[in-house]
């Protein structure tokens, strides 16, 4: 019988301190595995833009601000902050203005692998003079670059600093694991599974309160950072029914071969059902009106556009009838945004050992999964009340 692991339970850690996408540039890191991710922020770029366009310019002298919140560690941030900052260029010329100086701030817990993120940084252009200069040289940003670790769920910034904030396929993921969903003596006890798809009424509950409440401490903290005339573009994977235990392409990601994968190593004796149920993945895809609801009774901003998009598949692969690639696909697009937490709870050992069930399980399941697996995003606009 293999050695069982450590049992952590996440939500007694600080998760801040310790969660973040699988760093490196390996297989399994997000660096390699979040193409996906960058398909679908291309898909909604004229979204993107239109949130730009709501922006009051800035006479000369005032530096333009921007942050990406949740910012992980490949180059899609990278292509973000890019595309923001070409944009308002075109705006402040269209204007008849000199375009200011850009700052990009890049926001993660601390540990997120900033390093890798910085070593895909163009280096900035300077040749000794105006930032105009900078502006038209190729493979040079035009722009100061600067990280901030710290959860996005409290202040990260000088207040009225920033001009525009951008987060993509981050506020899903809670800053902790409800409390009742691991205790036993409570009806929220989430006992067999890993997530919250198909969980019970009283599970659904607990994860959409920990939502309601992390995303109200968001919207307060970005009240106040945020300047008069500036604006706010989310993106956080949702869904389209009004049952939360339906958690649509998150709940086909973690509640379907994940789990089985989990059940796997139970019922082979690699790990207790008590290891299994002490885990849970903190991520809760809200419906249009979970999201709507707390904006509202924040008050703090005003929604400018508020609907759900549909994103595509979260595996890319180069033949999808290919078994073998889709299984790999799976596993890794898995392990790249929860292996570090499945590492923290079972050690690196099992953690190898369930992922391998969850590629032999989507190799399985392959058809399946090409023809349905489909994420779905709550994507908002939103500026100062």
């Known amino acids: 019988m293999a050695p069982k692991g450590d049992n952590v339970v996440v939500s007694n850690m600080k998760l801040e301190n310790m969660f973040c996408m699988k760093g490196g540039k390996g297989e399994a890191s997000y660096a390699n595995n979040s193409q996906a991710q960058a398909l679908h922020a291309r898909s909604m770029l004229h979204l993107l833009e239109e949130t730009l366009d709501g922006i009051q310019l800035k006479p000369a002298g005032f530096p333009f601000v921007m942050a990406d919140l949740g910012c992980s560690s490949g180059s899609n941030t990278i ?147 945020m300047k008069r005339g500036g604006s706010m573009f989310l993106v956080c994977l949702g869904r389209t029914s009004v049952d939360p235990t339906d958690q649509g392409g998150a ?80 596993a890794n697009s898995c392990r790249s945004v929860a292996g570090v937490l499945v590492d923290a709870h079972i050690g690196d050992g099992l953690s190898e050992e369930l992922f391998l069930r969850v590629e032999r399980r989507g190799v399985r399941h392959a058809k399946e999964l090409i023809e349905q697996l489909q994420f779905f995003h709550i994507v908002a606009s939103l500026s100062l009340a």
């Open 79 to 225: 292509y973000i902050v890019d595309t923001i900052i070409k944009h308002m260029i075109k705006r402040y010329e269209a204007m008849g203005y000199e375009p200011p100086e850009f700052s990009a701030f890049f926001s993660d817990l601390p540990s997120n692998d900033f390093n890798t993120l910085f070593q895909l940084l163009p280096p900035i252009a300077n040749y000794g003079g105006s930032m105009e200069e900078c502006l038209v040289a190729n493979k040079h940003r035009s722009y100061f670059a600067a990280g901030v670790p710290g959860s996005f769920y409290k202040r990260l910034f000088p207040a009225r600093s920033i001009d525009v904030f951008h987060s993509a396929f981050s506020l899903h993921w809670l800053s902790q694991v409800p409390e009742s969903v691991l205790d036993k003596r409570t009806t929220a006890y989430n006992k067999g599974r890993v997530f919250i798809h198909g969980a019970s009424e009283n599970t659904a509950n607990a994860y959409r309160k920990q939502f309601q409440t992390d995303l109200a401490g968001f919207l307060r903290s970005r009240a106040q950072e």
């Open 251 to 330: 709940g086909r990601l973690f509640g379907t071969h994940f789990q089985d994968a989990w059940d796997d190593l139970v019922q082979e004796d690699l790990i207790s059902s008590e290891t299994r149920d002490n885990f849970n993945i903190p991520v809760y895809a809200p419906s249009l009106q979970d999201f709507k609801e707390v904006v509202e009774a924040d008050g703090s901003f005003a929604i400018n556009k508020l609907e759900v998009f549909k994103g595509g598949s979260p595996l890319v692969v180069n033949r999808r009838d290919d078994a073998a690639e889709v299984g790999r696909a799976l």
